[in-house]
């Protein structure tokens, strides 16, 4: 099986907290290494289009600016449910596009860096992933997830890509990651 790493296609427009307000971000982030797991469902974000991307197509099915939230089409949220129903967790939010919904990447997996392979560096808060190496025991059958070294990066199996592609999904752009 293939993983891949996933972001937003940079001919995309993006999305931003409403008036450059970063409060879905910092929810997001404090979240993801966990600091506040309860704040970033105690609100609703207001979200608006990044305003230098007027020149940018704004058909993305996903955005990546808010990892490990994603803000998805309805389309893309199918996806994410039919392919890894217990993985994600919908979030609050207000998008200048109706369709758009929060989901939280909710699995994280211990031990799936393998960090032999991997370059990093380690401060005395975290790693700071530069090439992820993924160990094969440890993300096999998971389809959706974050690993918990490098808990803002989001991962998916070749299960999810190819459903992603079967639907036309837009604006993800894929990175294969190596597993050993």
């Not at 007027?54 to 994410?80: E, G, N, Q, R, Y």
């Not at 059958?141 to 199996?157: Q, T």
């Not at 299960?159 to 894929?174: E, I, N, P, R, W």
Request: with cysteine; net charge negative.
């Amino acid at each position: 099986m293939k993983y891949y790493s996933i972001t937003q296609d940079s001919k995309f427009k993006t999305l931003i907290g409403k008036d450059g307000d970063l409060s879905l971000h910092a929810a997001a982030q404090q979240y993801a290494f966990g600091n506040d797991v309860k704040s970033l469902f105690a609100n609703q974000y207001e979200l608006d289009f990044n305003p230098d991307d007027k020149k940018k197509k704004d058909a993305s099915d996903i955005f990546t600016f808010f990892k490990p939230v994603l803000i998805v089409t309805s389309k893309a949220k199918i996806i994410f449910r039919s392919v890894a129903p217990n993985s994600i967790e919908d979030v609050g939010v207000l998008s200048p596009n109706s369709d758009h919904s929060g989901i939280l990447v909710q699995t994280v997996l211990d031990g799936a860096l393998n960090r032999e392979l991997s370059e990093f560096d380690e401060y005395p808060n975290g790693l700071v992933v530069y090439r992820v190496v993924l160990n094969a025991l440890a993300v096999q059958g998971c389809d959706v997830f974050r690993v918990a070294e490098s808990p803002l990066s989001i991962f998916v199996s070749d299960k999810f890509v190819d459903a992603a592609k079967d639907s036309g999904l837009k604006g993800l752009d894929l990175r294969e990651i190596r597993v050993v």
